[in-house]
């Protein structure tokens, strides 16, 4: 879409929604006005810069600033205000791509429909194609749309999604226009699973960058395309929202856009306090509407009187007070874990040797890795009995022989079996490194029998850790029945782990829950449970629980070494 499209499209729906309302006059400036734009042969944007859009007849202060603020920031306030003023059912109709007011009142006055849930019914039932101006074939198109909808409702692995943003960054990093670029929302701030993508590119070539976006490789369909505002969606139905921004207001996009909306409302409480108002475009007085930080978050937190707060933290868990009190935990860093914890070979059921894990992890820039292969109950996985376990330990003597700054240790992620006992007797427990001691059987049994059986584990005093403590599967299984604080009790007083499986569908424990256990004194390991090289990658993501958890360097077992 042009600009004069993008421009002319918004005035067009504040035209239809001020018919609605009944506002007759002000919607006809409102479609005169995007009637002048759609027919100028002249770029809108070139004559905002030359300050003549107050030249154009029928455009008077008002529109004018109306496509100043649409040319900039890609919507309108009086747009949106607009919306919120409808009756209700309309705003979640017009959610629907090309489901303008005019259609949504329709569906609501005529059909009585309040919901997409009640639109798609009706639809089915072929209800909607006897309405006057519609057809089997628009019929069809709601139906697309609200698949659509529903689509973009899924939430998406944040592991599956690291290697997407990985090549969309590069990708736009490949043009000189960009000159900073980030995804905010909940990827930015880790959460375990992320609805759709908001990329965020400043940007000195507004027009170079948004043809860059649009013409990124794993596209599969282009939704809208302006200026300032793009959408699309990638392979697997993963959507893009693209913004794209002036340098100097990067920083108070970064921060909206990044929420949590929670953290935000309480941000902007704050900044009422102090006498500004704070909104995706900057920090401003409140009395005179002046500008006072949009370049960075870092000015905008420090205006508001708090330090800067860690997207990871940013979900109104108290981190505003602590920053506020000057007192936010030093994060652990990403580069501050030396080793991975609890990694598989080919010795049970995962895909690589021993040293194919060791060059792995050294290009990672670790320091040492636990080969943790399953114990011999867990016989679909060819868990090791102590006959493969010693043979597998003098392997790892013979690796080790051969490496200088760096150390495979040697472990084993040794099976809790339903009477608390663990597969292998303490005399064969006691010549390894670290011991992950896990359930992977018996995921139903009540909770005092699951917490027992866990804590039982924890006396035992070869064990290192518990691995992935709660069971959960991400979307397909709950945790376990668990008394978790009693867990963590134990595991504090014996001085025994508790594990942060960075697998993707796993990330346990959660964020909630690590952070719990630090506050009940435990230290936690980190594992990547990888069954591959490429998965050790994934310690990452259980970094990212960890600072999701408030935990700093000396909480973590694999800081150290
Ligand atoms: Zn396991
Ligand atoms: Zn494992």
Same mark, same amino acid.
């Given at each position: 879409?042009?600009?004069?499209?993008?421009?002319?499209?918004?005035?067009?729906?504040?035209?239809?929604?001020?018919?609605?309302?009944?506002?007759?006059?002000?919607?006809?400036?409102?479609?005169?006005?995007?009637?002048?734009?759609?027919?100028?042969?002249?770029?809108?944007?070139?004559?905002?810069?030359?300050?003549?859009?107050?030249?154009?007849?029928?455009?008077?202060?008002?529109?004018?600033?109306?496509?100043?603020?649409?040319?900039?920031?890609?919507?309108?306030?009086?747009?949106?205000?607009?919306?919120?003023?409808?009756?209700?059912?309309?705003?979640?109709?017009?959610?629907?791509?090309?489901?303008?007011?005019?259609?949504?009142?329709?569906?609501?006055?005529?059909?009585?429909?309040?919901?997409?849930?009640?639109?798609?019914?009706?639809?089915?039932?072929?209800?909607?194609?006897?309405?006057?101006?519609?057809?089997?074939?628009?019929?069809?198109?709601?139906?697309?749309?609200?698949?659509?909808?529903?689509?973009?409702?899924?939430?998406?692995?944040?592991?599956?999604?690291?290697?997407?943003?990985?090549?969309?960054?590069?990708?736009?990093?490949?043009?000189? #226009?960009?000159?900073? &670029? +980030?995804?905010?929302? /909940?990827?930015?701030?880790?959460?375990? *699973? !992320?609805?759709?993508?908001?990329? @965020?590119?400043?940007?000195?070539?507004?027009?170079?960058?948004?043809?860059?976006?649009? #013409?990124?490789?794993? &596209? +599969?369909?282009?939704? /809208?395309?302006?200026?300032?505002?793009? *959408? !699309?969606?990638?392979?697997?139905? @993963?959507?893009?929202?693209?913004?794209?921004?002036?340098?100097?207001?990067?920083?108070?996009?970064?921060?909206?856009?990044?929420?949590?909306?929670?953290?935000?409302?309480?941000?902007? *409480?704050?900044?009422?306090?102090?006498?500004?108002?704070?909104?995706?475009?900057?920090?401003?007085?409140?009395?005179?509407?002046?500008?006072?930080?949009?370049?960075?978050?870092?000015?905008?937190?420090?205006?508001?009187?708090?330090?800067?707060?860690?997207?990871?933290?940013?979900?109104?868990?108290?981190?505003?007070?602590?920053?506020?009190?000057?007192?936010?935990?030093?994060?652990?860093?990403?580069?501050?874990?030396?080793?991975?914890?609890?990694?598989?070979?080919?010795?049970?059921?995962?895909?690589?040797?021993?040293?194919?894990?060791?060059?792995?992890?050294?290009?990672?820039?670790?320091?040492?890795?636990?080969?943790?292969?399953?114990?011999?109950?867990?016989?679909?996985?060819?868990?090791?009995?102590?006959?493969?376990?010693?043979?597998?330990?003098?392997?790892?003597?013979?690796?080790?022989?051969?490496?200088?700054?760096?150390?495979?240790?040697?472990?084993?992620?040794?099976?809790?079996?339903?009477?608390?006992?663990?597969?292998?007797?303490?005399?064969?427990?006691?010549?390894?490194?670290?011991?992950?001691?896990?359930?992977?059987?018996?995921?139903?049994?009540?909770?005092?029998?699951?917490?027992?059986?866990?804590?039982?584990?924890?006396?035992?005093?070869?064990?290192?850790?518990?691995?992935?403590?709660?069971?959960?599967?991400?979307?397909?299984?709950?945790?376990?029945?668990?008394?978790?604080?009693?867990?963590?009790?134990?595991?504090?007083?014996?001085?025994?782990?508790?594990?942060?499986?960075?697998?993707?569908?796993?990330?346990?424990?959660?964020?909630?829950?690590?952070?719990?256990?630090?506050?009940?004194?435990?230290?936690?390991?980190?594992?990547?449970?990888?069954?591959?090289?490429?998965?050790?990658?994934?310690?990452?993501?259980?970094?990212?629980?960890?600072?999701?958890?408030?935990?700093?360097?000396?909480?973590?077992?694999?800081?150290?070494?």
């Amino acid at each position: 879409m042009s600009s004069n499209a993008e421009v002319a499209s918004i005035l067009y729906e504040i035209a239809e929604i001020l018919t609605i309302k009944n506002d007759r006059f002000r919607s006809r400036a409102y479609q005169q006005a995007a009637q002048r734009i759609t027919s100028l042969t002249e770029d809108v944007k070139k004559i905002r810069e030359n300050g003549t859009l107050e030249d154009i007849p029928g455009i008077g202060k008002s529109i004018s600033a109306t496509i100043i603020e649409i040319l900039d920031y890609g919507q309108s306030t009086i747009l949106e205000e607009l919306k919120e003023s409808l009756p209700k059912g309309v705003q979640e109709l017009m959610e629907l791509e090309g489901i303008g007011p005019r259609i949504a009142m329709k569906f609501v006055t005529e059909l009585k429909i309040v919901n997409i849930d009640q639109l798609e019914q009706a639809a089915k039932e072929g209800k909607i194609r006897d309405l006057r101006g519609f057809g089997e074939k628009k019929e069809a198109n709601i139906l697309q749309s609200i698949k659509d909808y529903k689509n973009r409702q899924t939430r998406f692995l944040l592991g599956s999604i690291l290697p997407v943003v990985d090549e969309m960054v590069l990708w736009m990093k490949g043009s000189s #226009s960009v000159n900073k &670029i +980030e995804v905010a929302g /909940s990827f930015r701030r880790k959460k375990e *699973t !992320v609805g759709d993508l908001d990329l @965020l590119v400043a940007s000195n070539n507004v027009d170079e960058s948004s043809e860059r976006f649009i #013409s990124m490789p794993p &596209i +599969e369909r282009i939704v /809208s395309h302006g200026p300032t505002r793009s *959408t !699309v969606y990638l392979k697997g139905h @993963l959507q893009v929202d693209c913004r794209i921004i002036k340098p100097e207001a990067y920083g108070a996009a970064l921060q909206y856009f990044t929420g949590s909306k929670e953290h935000n409302v309480k941000l902007r *409480t704050i900044g009422v306090k102090l006498g500004y108002k704070l909104n995706e475009y900057g920090l401003f007085n409140r009395e005179n509407d002046e500008l006072v930080a949009s370049e960075t978050e870092e000015e905008i937190y420090n205006l508001l009187g708090m330090d800067w707060i860690p997207p990871e933290l940013r979900e109104n868990r108290g981190e505003i007070e602590a920053a506020l009190e000057r007192r936010l935990p030093h994060l652990i860093g990403y580069n501050e874990v030396k080793g991975d914890l609890h990694l598989h070979t080919n010795w049970s059921d995962g895909t690589a040797s021993i040293f194919e894990m060791v060059e792995a992890a050294k290009s990672y820039g670790l320091k040492y890795i636990a080969i943790c292969d399953h114990s011999k109950s867990l016989a679909i996985a060819h868990g090791l009995d102590e006959d493969r376990l010693s043979k597998q330990g003098k392997e790892i003597d013979k690796i080790n022989k051969k490496l200088d700054d760096f150390k495979v240790l040697k472990g084993i992620e040794c099976d809790i079996k339903a009477d608390g006992n663990l597969d292998f007797p303490k005399s064969v427990l006691k010549d390894l490194d670290f011991v992950v001691a896990s359930i992977h059987s018996g995921f139903k049994n009540d909770e005092k029998t699951m917490t027992e059986r866990i804590i039982s584990a924890i006396h035992n005093d070869h064990v290192s850790t518990i691995g992935h403590p709660t069971g959960r599967i991400i979307q397909k299984r709950s945790p376990y029945q668990l008394n978790l604080e009693k867990v963590m009790e134990a595991a504090a007083q014996q001085k025994v782990g508790l594990e942060i499986n960075g697998f993707p569908d796993r990330l346990d424990l959660d964020d909630i829950s690590t952070r719990k256990a630090k506050e009940l004194g435990v230290k936690l390991s980190i594992g990547s449970d990888a069954h591959a090289p490429s998965q050790i990658n994934f310690l990452k993501l259980g970094i990212s629980v960890a600072r999701r958890g408030w935990l700093e360097y000396n909480d973590v077992i694999n800081t150290k070494f």
